[in-house]
């Protein structure tokens, strides 16, 4: 159809390149994602309490993991990092080798890329809360504690769960620039397979059919979440 | 004609333009009219395409490409250089971007089908294989399982990984090969010969050594675009000009590659010829 020849994908070197590349960027999406909630989460807790070096320092984080292209990360965690010492001996050979593989450096500069964005989301939930509810908390005798672990969190989580899809969806889109340092992800071995075949088009057709099947699972289960989570008379609640 | 119908009917001028321009493509007549040669080539491959100190792109090919574009307009200087990699120059090939590629392009048959070649002007050694000077590997079945950097889209990365079971660790360019070679993320660097050969000239790499060599010499060529007959012919007989006049060997003194019986063979059938 339309001229596409898709006879290379009957080759079972490519056929388990396709699966090696998916599995390596589900590994890679699913472990920084869940690290990424988890500073997010951690942060807008730390910025919630109000204190003055501890808000610099989370604000100082977030500037620079925010503002930083994740593929500098990985290229400075990359190279530069053993330069400075993260270094280990491998004790077979016997030689300094570079502390983190290459999967452990992307899925580092993705973990703190992907959370830095998340606690400004977090953040935002948290600050949106109305002041009649933290007050009634108050008046019903909740301590600082309560009123955060009780009220805040279960309402702020609510209320940032889409720009958190946002942010998930972005960070499992940019594990593709992982194959910079030679992570052997989907958009590694699909670049290899287009130079071998010259069939670059049904690749990249191939590709994006698989990006946008994976992100759509994703996000279909972040809208389901929100769903099941919904406020009554908020957003799908009403 | 309603706005629709317009649009539609430009449509279908600009679809069948593009049909006919694919059909009988004559690249020589646009070069011609163009008066520039627009040739694509390596800028980070010695001894055939390089950066020089002044940051000019030089080389064998880069001559090859100046000595082609002479003979078709007049002057060597008629000549745009676009700087490719082995990932994306089949591609600029293909969709126009570039006339004809002087590239470290080796004959294969998966490429023959999506382009034409022009003659054969040289038999490069396929890849060998940069180790450490202390290391007591010399074949590539020693390198089963061992990780070994090489460069994301190169033709023998297949073979590597499915028939020599090497886990191969690619990067994008040879520079970030090179320094990962030296951090010791993997033990060896597989790549073209005759450039290993020539890194191992520097100072710093001084402590290495090409440990496993070449399995295979491929012939080399010029990459042109499908069904080009005239511009093809054109091309053909300024690079067998060359060769009778000698140009390739005094490339090869100039830039420093060993002569090689290939290129001597084919300048003595080319000099006969003319």
């Known amino acids: 159809m339309f001229g596409l020849d898709y006879s290379w994908l009957a080759d079972p070197a490519y056929q388990n390149w396709l699966v090696t590349g998916v599995i390596n960027t589900l590994e890679l999406a699913a472990l920084s994602s869940s690290v990424a909630i988890l500073i997010g989460m951690l942060g807008a807790l730390g910025l919630s309490l109000r204190v003055f070096w501890l808000d610099a320092l989370i604000e100082f984080f977030v500037e620079v993991f925010r503002n930083t292209p994740p593929l500098l990360q990985m290229l400075f965690a990359y190279f530069t990092l053993s330069t400075l010492g993260l270094k280990t001996t491998d004790p077979v050979t016997g030689l300094e080798v570079p502390l983190l593989s290459a999967f452990a450096c992307a899925c580092i500069s993705l973990s703190l890329f992907g959370g830095a964005l998340a606690i400004e989301a977090f953040r935002s939930g948290l600050e949106t809360m109305p002041k009649a509810i933290t007050e009634a908390g108050r008046s019903l005798g909740y301590s600082r504690w309560a009123r955060f672990w009780r009220i805040e969190v279960p309402i702020a989580s609510r209320v940032c769960l889409p720009s958190l899809t946002n942010i998930l969806t972005n960070l499992f889109k940019t594990t593709s620039q992982a194959s910079v340092i030679t992570v052997p992800e989907l958009m590694y071995y699909a670049g290899q397979i287009y130079n071998d075949t010259f069939r670059t088009l049904e690749v990249m057709i191939l590709i994006l059919i698989i990006y946008v099947v994976l992100v759509s699972i994703l996000s279909y289960g972040m809208s389901r979440l929100e769903a099941y989570l919904t406020l009554p008379g908020y957003g799908k609640g009403q | ?274």
């Not at chain 2, 082609?68 to 745009?80: H, N, Q, T, W, Y």
């Not at chain 2, 990962?180 to 073209?192: H, Q």
């Not at chain 2, 100072?203 to 010499?217: G, H, L, R």
Request: hydrophobic residues 45%; charged residues 25%; glycine residues 6%.
């Open chain 2, 1 to 274: 004609m309603t706005k629709f119908g317009k649009l539609a009917v430009s449509a279908v001028a600009l679809a069948s333009a593009v049909a006919a321009n694919s059909a009988v493509a004559d690249t020589l007549e646009d070069v011609i009219a163009r008066d520039t040669l627009i040739v694509g080539v390596k800028n980070d491959y010695p001894p055939y395409g390089y950066l020089n100190d002044a940051g000019e792109t030089v080389g064998f090919e880069v001559e090859l490409a100046k000595y082609v574009a002479k003979e078709l307009l007049g002057s060597p200087d008629k000549i745009e250089l676009v700087p490719v990699v082995a990932a994306n120059r089949i591609q600029f090939l293909e969709a126009g971007r570039v006339d004809v590629i002087f590239a470290t392009l080796g004959v294969t048959d998966q490429r023959d089908e999506v382009i034409d070649f022009t003659v054969h002007y040289v038999s490069a050694a396929g890849p060998s294989v940069l180790m450490p000077e202390a290391t007591t590997v010399n074949s590539w079945e020693q390198l089963e399982g061992q990780p070994i950097c090489g460069i994301q889209g190169s033709y023998y990365n297949k073979k590597m990984t499915e028939e020599f079971g090497i886990n191969l660790v690619n990067f994008k360019n040879q520079a970030d090969a090179y320094r990962a070679l030296k951090d010791n993320r993997c033990i060896g660097f597989v790549f073209d010969d005759m450039t290993l050969q020539k890194k191992l000239e520097e100072a710093d790499w001084s402590e290495y050594k090409i440990a496993v060599a070449p399995y295979e010499f491929l012939p080399m060529a010029g990459g042109l675009r499908e069904d080009d007959p005239a511009f093809a012919e054109a091309v053909n007989n300024a690079i067998v000009k060359a060769e009778g006049e000698g140009k390739l060997i005094e490339w090869e003194t100039e830039f420093g590659m060993p002569h090689s019986d290939y290129i001597a063979k084919r300048a003595e059938a080319a000099a006969a010829q003319n």
